[in-house]
């Protein structure tokens, strides 16, 4: 069974940087494409960032230059490098990947980022 486990998040004032992580077991995680979301409450969750299995990479335009989504196979983890924070990253982040035979979308628990001063 798939689980996905985020950690990293907090309060940080803006032009801070923070790193997510997502510690993944119960797949062969090098094989798997990972992807970050957010959601604020009341708003649907949005696409942050994607990275492949190849490490291709994909980013939203409002994170493009600011955030970047490295994986580290080894350790069956993928990262969430944020830098530049603005108030408007204060969301929930949440891990995601797809699995099983019908692409089954598997999520951590999120970890709230808050940007404030």
């Known amino acids: 069974q798939v689980q996905l486990v985020e950690s990293g998040g907090g309060l940080v004032q803006p032009g801070g940087s923070l790193r997510l992580s997502c510690a993944v077991s119960g797949i062969i995680f090098w094989t798997y494409n990972m992807a970050w979301y957010r959601q604020v409450p009341g708003k649907d969750r949005e696409l942050v960032a994607e990275?492949?299995?190849?490490?291709?990479?994909n980013y939203a335009d409002f994170v493009k230059g600011r955030f970047t989504i490295p994986r580290d196979n080894a350790k069956n983890t993928v990262y969430l490098q944020m830098n530049s924070l603005k108030p408007e990253d204060t969301a929930g982040y949440y891990c995601?990947?797809?699995?099983?035979?019908?692409?089954?979308?598997?999520w951590g628990q999120g970890t709230q980022v808050t940007v404030s001063s």
């Open positions: 990275i492949s299995a190849g490490r291709s990479t």
């Open positions: 995601n990947t797809r699995v099983g035979s019908t692409g089954r979308n598997a």
